[in-house]
């Protein structure tokens, strides 16, 4: 299993290091302006009441979170790495219902069940392998209440530009010298599979784009059936377990307790195509730019490297001289 934890630490040990890793940028402006228009898409894709208690997973330097925070009741951002917490908590000390978490492990045990009306993820789920998904997935669903809404996406390895970078990481990282970030690679089919055995219903995957897979779901108000699945059992008892021996997890500060906002169906809020498009066209973007500083840095690093080496080399008697010009 992969050391998430250790991973995302080193590759945040400072602020310009975090912020680069999550959105390639770290001006504050930028980082205000892009965080602003991914936080309006999902407030209209997860139809967020003033009074819902949402939840990020990975929610990094809270560049969604902080521009979210004012149009909910409780913002909660959780993320496996304690450094991205502390920048995260420095970005957000003047919102008062942001609340932050450092995740234990690659899942969501700290939180007791029907905690969240909305659980979302935004370009996460292409930086963990796909058990580790699914858990995420599952863990979401266990921890809505019912009638709870959900977003998540990742790479569509089906996409023709995907595929592309999908060659580009196979080139790059040989056996053996793979990063534990490295991007990972979904299909519809996958995450339909994965949404519908984790129990959501009215699930919506949008595939229709240049790179990404997009899936929206729903809680059934009376999720009993699924919630008794041997997934959700074995899930249950981890939390039950992590919540009385760490009681310092709590994670709801207190307050009234908000009302599920009503959604019948998630069919009327995906109608606006183009919008959804719009927005998923910026992740692209995002995504592709992040991918090509990626690989610049790896590049200038394999270079610095070799001449490391170089410099190092023992200087043998019988080694040729290069010819002065």
Known sequence: MKDYKAIWNNLSTTFADASFYVCCIDDEDEIRSNGARTAQFLREVLQIAPADKVFEIGCGVARIGRELAPYCGEWHGGDISGNMIAYARQRTADVPNIVLHELPDNSLRIFPEHTFDCVYSSIVFMHVDKLD???????AFRVLKPGGRVYFDTYNLLAPAAWQEFLKTWQAYPY??????????????????????????????????????????????????????????TLRAAAQAAQAGAQDHAAAAPGPAPTPAPVDSLGPLLADMERKNKYIAQLETEVGRKNRALADLEQRLRRRERELVAARAPRLPWARRKPRS
């Open 133 to 139: 998904m699914f858990t995420y997935i599952c863990e």
């Open 176 to 233: 053996g010298q793979r990063p534990g970030h490295m991007s990972q690679f979904s299909t519809p089919q996958e995450m339909q599979k994965f949404m519908e055995e984790a129990g959501f219903e009215s699930v919506h995957i949008d595939h229709q784009n240049d790179q990404l897979v997009v899936a929206v779901g729903r809680k059934s108000d009376t999720p009993a059936q699924t919630m008794q699945s041997p997934v959700m059992t």
